[in-house]
């Protein structure tokens, strides 16, 4: 994979997330969602969102309903309990993520817990 498909990877579980906390405050349209992503640098076509959305539905998260809004159909999505319960957690482990990666306190490294790497064959006191 080349960066820009790393970098999409990795903002795929961020617009997820981003999704599932404004579904959480009240009823979400595709369109809203879209400019909402957009305010902050992600710009998702409808042909990368809808199945997106489509894919939070089938998995519990979200709930739709259709509704007819000035004459248009729109396709209005709510939270589920499921995708509270899975946001609570996403949220819990994003803040440790977050305090490690951004703010740079590791707990491990903190509390005297770093990880041991083995020495190399051949290499110690004895054999430099």
């Not at 997330?17 to 404004?22: A, D, K, N, P």
């Amino acid at each position: 994979m080349n960066e820009t498909q790393l970098l999409h990877h990795f903002f795929g579980g961020f617009v997820r997330l981003h999704i599932l906390y404004h579904a959480g405050k009240g009823a979400i349209c595709g369109v809203e969602v879209m400019e909402e992503l957009q305010r902050h640098g992600y710009r998702l076509s409808p042909g990368t969102l809808y199945p997106i959305l489509h894919e939070l539905e089938s998995a519990g998260c979200l709930r739709c309903r259709t509704e007819v809004v000035s004459g248009k159909r729109r396709k209005n999505y709510r939270i589920t309990a499921r995708g509270h319960k899975l946001l609570a957690v996403a949220q819990h482990r994003l803040r440790e993520l977050f305090a490690e990666v951004v703010q740079g306190r590791d707990k491990r490294a903190a509390a005297g817990l770093r990880r041991r790497r083995p020495a190399a064959r051949g290499a110690g006191p004895e054999n430099p």
